[in-house]
Every structure is written in C-alpha cells, then in structure tokens.
C-alpha cells in the first residue's frame, strides 16, 4: 500500500468527516490516540477516524477499499496482538464511544462498539442486572465477545458471547445488517466467539442479562513453595466433578516482589451452593480464606485492575486442553524462571457442561477445554522484549510438549501464534469461516488478526476479486449527516 492511497483517503475523508473526528498525524491528539494496550505496536495509521456517523464510516470504507488503504477497527484497544491498529492505514477507533443502555422490558443491554466491561457493569447493576464478561474493567466487549469472553461466571452461566442476542454490522459494501440468531444466523455464529473478528464494523451489540448475582468471591494465597501441590490437589477435586457455581482462577504472580500462589475464586450459586463449594474447597487445599467472603459483584469485576494498567509492553501465549493436563510442577516452574515479577501465569478452569450448553449458534473453538493456562508478561522497555517473549514462548513449549490436542485462546494470543482461533486446526471452522469470507468480506477489507490465517491459506487475491475491487464505486465521499457525539 502507497502512502500516496493513504494520503489520497485523507483528502477525501476530509472533505465529509466533521471536524475533531478525524484524527492526523499532524493533531497534538495524535500520539495518545494512536495508542494501544500492548505498547509493542507502536504503529502509526495515517489517520483515526472517531464517529459512529453511518453515512461517514460506509463511504470511508469505500474510500479504503477502492484506494487499497487497510483498514483497522477497534474498541477497547486491548488485544494483545495489537489487532486495532495498523501502520500507514485507517484505524476505525471507537473506544470513545462506550455508552450503554438496558431496556427493562426486554432485559436487553444494547452496548456501544467502545463500551468497557466496567461501563456495563456500572449500567446494568443499577438495575440489579448483568452479562458475564471478563476479570479487568478495561477490556473491550466487542473484542470480548467476538473471541469468546472468559469471566468469573463462566462456570455457571458460560462466556459473554453465550449472552449476545444481536449486533448491528456495517459490511465493506456499505451494507448494515442486523445480525441475530434469525437474521444472517452465519455471520451472528462467528460474532459469538469464532475469534475471527466480524467480517464487518461492528455498531451495536445487544445483550440478554442476567439477575446480578450475590457472590463470594476472593483470595487464598499460599507460597510458591506449596504451589504445585495446591494445584495438584484442584485437579484431583475437578477430576471427582467440577463445579457450575464456582470459578477458579488460580494465579502464580509476585505480590510485594514475592512469588506466591494465589487461589481466586469467585462462586456465584444460591447460598447452599456456596456453602458446599467452598468448604469441598477448603477441605481439600486448606490456606488462609479470610480474604473470602460475600463481594459486590461489580466492584468484584475491578477487583484486579491494578496489576494489569497500562502504559506496558505485552506478551502472551496461551494454551488450552480438554484435559486437566498441564503440569502444575511445569507451572511453578515457569514462574520461578521469569525475569521480572510482572510475569504471571494465569490458569483458568472450565465446566464442559456450561460451555456445551451454550454451543448452538456460537463458533467458540473450545467448548470442550477443561482448563486453560496463560504465561503474561509485562514490561516498561523495548530492551527487555527478547527476555519477555523468550520466556513466554519457551515455557509454553514446555508446557504444551506431549499434549498433542492443546489449542489456543484467540483472545489471549497474537496471530503468530498457529494454535489459536482460525488457525488453530478446526478444519471445519476454517471452513465456515472462509465461507463468511466469501458472502461478507470478499476483498477481505477486515481480514486482520486471526482471520490473516484464512487468507494466506487462501493464497493470492483471485481475477475476480481484483475485478470486484475495481467495481467499486469511487465517487465523493461527501456526507449530509452529521457525526454522533
Ligand atoms: C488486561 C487484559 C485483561 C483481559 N482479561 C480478559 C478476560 O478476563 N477474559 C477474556 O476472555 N479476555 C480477556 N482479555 C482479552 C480480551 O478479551 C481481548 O483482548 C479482546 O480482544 C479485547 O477487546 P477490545 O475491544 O478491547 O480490543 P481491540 O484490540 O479493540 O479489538 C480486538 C479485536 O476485535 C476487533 N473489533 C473490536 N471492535 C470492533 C468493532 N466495533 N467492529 C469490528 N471489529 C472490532 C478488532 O478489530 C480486533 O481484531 C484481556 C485483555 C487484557 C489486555
């Protein structure tokens, strides 16, 4: 791509975006906009556009597409893999855009592309409602959703994408649609965890909610030293059966520089339920459970913000199996080995029953996980990132070497990583994946982060394709309808 498509885009733009939504290089706005949660993608796009104006976004996809210029989309900015940037190209950036709104009638949410899971949180526990999403405030829910969304109600209630009813999605061809279980029933599958992305703009999402559960939530902690046998002990506990009222996260992570194991859970059944659950815990890993205790939810949903605020470097990698078979001692190992104490390695269980519940309609990879372990590492400077990705990719290696079913998060992990989303060997899901490709996003205009694997499985741009291309209409992009705030 030319930088002379890019600044042939700009003119055009400029001629029908109001002023202050778009965002040039030459803006003191610039450096802070062009910002994502992994400071490891330092790109910079040759423009920002901020609207929610439809008119405004169909005829700079058009620009884009006609002139050849990428296309990046974002909502909260915090892939890992820096999905919702791109260098020389248009980044579509709604993270200013993050109202929420919640119908009583319905009990329906319908959420803003920028919206944060704590501007969720906060709108729906006024009226004692919610969606299970993820564990930092932060984070975007569309991006969220479109991998899946892992949260402290997984056990019970699934991931966040099992809650999407409907979304609103501007195609390439200028096309909206509203996507739903009855209404393009295959595109609504791949928003529903496919980890994809939307083969669209995504401009609304619209949840069911959930009553806001009572929960007891918190913290137990024990030393490194005692670590793989705690695990050890979780495993034997959700070999005899696991739970549909208690999330457990267990946590390897320095606290005050100190490496210690900290099992957090977060059990959100009826009061009998958390009874039972927590003392079968108890019993079997003992520790120190002052820390536990009835939580409100939201605040819960915050509760760990502050070991993952950025400006920071970011790697991570992911590895999922549907057995609970990770070695704890590896693990232990891992963390005793990592070079700064902002490494975690962050394990995660699941309740196979849940996720297959919710399975009809969704395209989530990984119903059938038992658990999942993420290494994360974190780190202020450029010359600390070989030592930060060798020891994530080398204890990884370690850690998945003899499993040979081990699959990857698409939202915990970059898209060179070939265990994860699209590329992570569903053949099946390849399929109905590129099949959306075809009906929805042709010229491939959204084809970044885990979808790059359906492209270069697909080769070179087709005859057809560029003839398609040439098709499109390249008129003024000049719009009568103002931007939304
Ligand atoms: C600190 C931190 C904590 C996290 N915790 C959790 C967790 O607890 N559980 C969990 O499951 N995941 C978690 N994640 C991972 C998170 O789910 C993904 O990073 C997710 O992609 C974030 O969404 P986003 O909108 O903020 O990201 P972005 O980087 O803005 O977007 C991610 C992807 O979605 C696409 N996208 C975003 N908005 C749109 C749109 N409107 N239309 C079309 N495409 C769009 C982007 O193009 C990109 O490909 C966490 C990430 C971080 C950094």
């Known amino acids: ?131 299970p999403s993820g564990t930092v405030s932060d984070t975007g829910i569309t991006g969220l959703t479109l991998g899946g969304g892992i949260g402290w109600l997984v056990a019970g209630h699934g991931l966040t994408c099992d809650h999407l009813s409907g979304a609103r999605v501007l195609l390439a061809d200028g096309r909206i649609l509203e996507v739903s279980r009855d209404h393009h ?22 949840f069911r909610t959930l009553p806001l559960p009572r929960i007891t939530a918190g913290s137990v902690r024990f030393p490194l030293d005692r670590a793989a046998d705690v695990l050890h002990r979780i ?7 696991t739970p549909t009222s208690l999330t457990l996260a267990p946590a390897l992570v320095h606290r005050d520089g100190v490496p210690e194991l900290s099992v957090d859970l977060c059990c959100h059944g009826d009061a009998r339920e958390t009874a039972m659950e927590t003392a079968r815990l108890r019993k079997r890993i ?31 990698k992911s590895s999922h199996s549907t057995r609970l078979a990770f070695d704890p ?7 005793r080995a990592a070079p700064t104490a902002r490494c975690s390695v962050l394990v995660e269980y699941f309740n196979t029953d849940t996720l297959r519940a919710h399975a009809e309609g969704s395209a989530y990879p990984l119903r059938e996980s038992r658990m999942g372990v ?14 930060h990705v060798r020891w994530g990719r080398t204890w990884t290696e370690r850690l998945r070497s003899g499993h040979d079913s081990v699959r990857a998060y698409s939202n915990y ?73």
């Not at 993420?374 to 030592?387: F, I, N, Q």
Request: charged letters at 30%.
């Open 413 to 485: 992990s970059d898209a060179s990583d070939s265990h994860a989303g699209v590329a992570g060997g569903d053949r099946r899901l390849r399929d109905a994946l590129r099949r959306l490709e075809e009906t929805y996003d042709p010229d491939r205009l959204f084809a970044r982060g885990h979808r790059a694997g359906l492209t270069e499985s697909r080769g070179a741009r087709t005859p057809a394709e560029d003839d398609r291309r040439k098709r499109l209409p390249s008129g003024s992009l000049r719009s009568s309808t103002p931007a939304a705030p």
């Open 1 to 131: 791509m030319s930088g002379e498509a890019a600044r042939a885009l700009v003119e055009q733009l400029k001629t029908v975006v109001p002023d202050g939504c778009l965002v040039l290089p030459s803006s003191p706005r610039y450096d802070a906009a062009r910002q994502v949660y992994n400071r490891m993608h330092d790109h910079r796009p040759a423009a920002i556009l901020r609207t929610l104006d439809e008119a405004v976004l169909r005829k700079a996809l058009t620009g884009a597409a006609t002139l050849g210029v990428p296309v990046a989309v974002r909502g909260g900015g915090h892939h890992i893999g820096g999905f919702s940037t791109v260098d020389g190209g248009l980044v579509i950036d709604f993270s200013v855009f993050r109202d929420v709104a919640y119908d009583p009638e319905t009990r329906t949410a319908r959420v803003r592309p920028g919206a944060r899971l704590g501007d969720l949180d906060a709108r729906l526990a006024a009226y004692g409602r919610c969606v």
């Open 185 to 206: 029933p295959d595109l609504f599958h791949a928003l529903r965890g496919g980890g994809a992305g939307a083969f669209g703009i995504i401009l609304e999402l619209r």
């Open 235 to 241: 495993h034997g506990l959700l070999e005899e059966r």
């Open 374 to 387: 993420l290494l994360s590492a974190r780190w202020p400077d450029r010359a600390e990132d070989d030592t």
């Open 286 to 316: 003992g520790g120190d459970w002052s820390d536990v205790g009835e939580r409100e939810y939201p605040r819960w949903q915050a509760h760990f913000d502050s070991s993952f605020l950025p400006p920071m470097r970011g790697y991570w």
């Open 329 to 335: 001692d590896l693990m232990t190992g891992a963390l």
